[in-house]
């Protein structure tokens, strides 16, 4: 073998490396906080090391993470802060000594420890965070589903849950995505076996509302003809309130709600207040921070008062 030979060799085998602990480890900072953290942490276990300069256990502990990191390839990312240049991040999560290593997944934070720990201890707790197969299976899936391709990502969100038959998360990405494909009673079936505590949270709540209106579109006169009717008689409540639902499941949310407001306006107890419970369905949809939520509570607090 010629000398460039073992010199090529010998930098592809340093871009190789080099290469991996990039793709394991990275300097983060307030500024690029919530995407290389927080919004990862939806893909994988992301493990933030707050250490500095100075801090002797920090040099400790920090290799140690490092070099799990470099060995479980790419199954957590590290990502590594000086709380002296980032002040208010070590503030913002309650940094009160270093070294301090807090696990963030799914966008929150999940644990932490402080203090410099030996190999075994970290090793235990990252072992205990990373998720199972099935929920890298699931995370994976909804990647696909991301990229457009719904039935590739509802099979293996199925085989996901044959791996594991009590992961609700799994569950309910099964739900949406067969609320979006307009299989309504297949995701019922799905939202009905949650455990109970589950049933209570805000996500099946947001999927429930989106059932509300999943099969409108299939259902009655189109849009036109609801239209037509609404023209030629204002006060056709019920074309109106077709109209609204119509509306929705074609995601023309503000036309949706413009003839909900109608609809309050003119009788407020029309089918059992359904102006109102209606609106209130597609504020769920919609979610509590978008403007047009929050433009129509206001229009309907003062159509109620």
């Known amino acids: 073998m010629t ?3 073992i010199d090529s060799k010998f930098s592809d085998t340093r871009a190789d490396k080099a290469e991996m602990i990039d793709s394991v480890t990275i300097d983060a900072s307030e500024a690029d ?17 707050f250490w500095a300069p100075w801090c002797g256990p920090c040099r400790s502990l920090t290799p140690i993470i490092e070099k799990l990191a470099q060995e479980y390839a790419g199954r957590f ?3 590594r802060v000086n709380s002296d240049e980032n002040q ?5 999560f309650s940094v009160r000594s270093i070294p301090n290593v807090k696990a963030f997944s799914n966008g929150k934070m999940v644990d932490e420890f402080a203090g410099a720990a030996p190999e075994g201890t970290v090793r235990q707790f ?11 299976q699931r995370r994976a899936a909804m990647q696909v589903y991301a ?4 039935d590739a990502a ?5 085989a996901a849950q044959s791996i594991e038959a009590d992961n609700d998360n799994v569950r309910l990405d099964r739900a949406e995505i067969l609320i979006n494909l307009g299989r309504s009673e297949d995701a019922e079936v799905l939202l009905e076996e949650l455990a109970p505590l589950v049933k209570m949270d805000s996500r099946v ?15 009655g006169d189109s849009i036109d003809k609801l239209e037509a009717r609404v023209s030629q008689d204002s006060k056709d409540l019920g074309a109106r309130l077709a109209l609204a639902k119509q509306y929705v499941a074609a995601k023309q949310f503000e036309p949706a709600l413009n003839h909900l407001l109608e609809i309050i306006q003119t009788d407020r107890h029309f089918g059992e207040d359904a102006g109102r419970k209606t609106m209130l369905a597609v504020f769920e949809v919609l979610g509590n921070e978008h403007p047009l939520t929050r433009q129509y509570r206001r229009l309907l607090a003062a159509s109620l008062n």
């Not at 208010?88 to 913002?92: G, I, N, R, V």
């Not at 509802?154 to 199925?158: I, K, N, Y």
């Open 88 to 92: 208010s991040l070590a503030s913002q």
């Open 33 to 49: 906080f919530q995407q290389s953290v927080i919004e990862e942490s939806r893909k994988r276990l992301v493990l933030v090391d």
């Open 147 to 150: 990229s457009g391709n719904a």
């Open 3 to 5: 000398t460039n030979s």
């Open 77 to 79: 990312l590290l990502a």
């Open 205 to 219: 709540e947001h999927l429930r509302a989106l059932l509300t209106f999943s099969d409108s579109g299939e259902a």
């Open 126 to 136: 990252i072992e205990r965070l990373l998720p199972s197969p099935a929920e890298e």
């Open 154 to 158: 509802l099979a293996s969100l199925e």
